[in-house]
């Protein structure tokens, strides 16, 4: 996709009992607020899409609202609406001031998506909306960069889906060579801006992803609520007859 940014197909991906996710059926990306026609007419017609699940705050979506797509469904899930001083949009990455603080400020926000009540009530929601998709058309869920809320969102279904943790961090990492044009011209603008030195490697860093990150979203599941199964059952309430409907759905050789 020329105007989706990050945009990856999760199919072809083989969970540990060797079944493998259906094509054209799981999705995620970036923001779709400059989507072409032409990629439009892909989403709608090629990958039969049924579902967006946009997970950016209100305002996020008043500056740069996603393009509509004929006959799919629209749902938004603010992962960050009851956060405050926390969030994984533009405008938030560019109130960082250094390096240290970026690295930092990333960690606390997946600290924050894993043990939030609202961060968890809105993944939640993204699991419930992944089910609520009919069986021929495919879901997407996006947020702004794709990588953090849209990430954390990718490895809880692929949990359910019993995908190998090396696999989930392998698409997780595949963010930072997606989205190298995209990066390069959020940096072009802020320097073009007069944004200084320091604030440009914290914006850098704050636009990739890193596996520490991800590793604390882990740590903090394990630490605070024992592991991603009880995390799925217990905290988000995902029960196991729902996570049978998702294998179902989203594995092409599901019984």
Do not use: W
């Not at 990958?47 to 609202?65: A, C, H, M, N, V």
């Not at 279904?157 to 090396?166: A, M, R, Y």
Request: hydrophobic share 35%; charged share 30%; proline share 2%.
């Amino acid at each position: 996709m020329e105007t989706i940014t990050n945009f990856r197909d999760l199919g072809g991906i083989k969970n540990r009992e060797g079944q493998v996710l259906a094509g054209k059926k799981l999705l995620r990306s970036g923001e779709l607020s400059k989507v072409s026609p032409q990629d439009q007419n892909e989403l709608v017609e090629n990958y039969r899409l049924g579902k967006i699940t946009d997970l950016r705050s209100s305002q996020e979506i008043k500056e740069r609202p996603d393009e509509h797509f004929k006959n799919t469904d629209y749902v938004h899930i603010d992962i960050f609406k009851n956060v405050k001083g926390q969030g994984t949009g533009l405008d938030d990455f560019k109130q960082i001031f250094s390096p240290d603080t970026a690295r930092n400020y990333m960690k606390e926000t997946y600290r924050t998506m894993a043990v939030n009540p609202s961060a968890q009530e809105g993944f939640k929601k993204v699991i419930e909306s992944a089910l609520s998709v009919d069986s021929n058309k495919s879901f997407l869920f996006h947020c702004f960069a794709g990588k953090d809320r849209t990430g954390v969102s990718a490895t809880l279904l692929l949990e359910i889906l019993n995908v190998p943790k090396e696999t989930i961090y392998k698409d997780y990492l595949a963010t930072n060579a997606m989205r190298v044009q995209e990066n390069d011209e959020i940096i072009a603008k802020a320097i073009k801006e007069g944004t200084d030195s320091k604030t440009i490697e914290a914006l850098k860093i704050a636009l990739t992803v890193d596996a520490s990150y991800l590793d604390t979203f882990y740590q903090m599941v394990n630490e605070e609520f024992g592991g991603i199964k009880n995390y799925l059952t217990n905290e988000l309430g995902i029960t196991s007859n729902m996570q049978n409907e998702v294998r179902s759905l989203y594995l092409a050789n599901s019984k």
